[in-house]
């Protein structure tokens, strides 16, 4: 299993009907690709207060590797992401990216 943590540093003029609008592509991407699963989306807590600066952030799982590649090569995601890398404190360099591999939850 691999976990795929998006967190974003949003321009302070972000257009929030457009993170909306962009999460809500995110999740039917993430439906209808095999592999992909559990979709979460929402407001940084930052309880520890150590990313003050990633405000909003998401996360997706995936079965394997290649069901990673294949929703990182899907055009919508790539359309989607475009208009992210838009909302975001010096475009693409405002997300950070992180890949956890876990076991497989089958065992």
Known sequence: ??????????????????LAAVMHGLDQVAARLPG???????????FEAKSPDHPYGFTLDFTSEPDLQRYAADDAHRRLGARLVALCVGGADGILVFDLEGPDPAG
Not at 1 to 18: F, N, S, T
Not at 36 to 46: E, I
């Open 36 to 46: 992909c699963s559990a979709f979460v989306h929402g407001r940084n807590r930052d």
């Open 1 to 18: 299993m691999i976990r795929h943590c998006v967190m974003l540093r949003l321009r302070p003029d972000h257009d929030p009907a457009e």
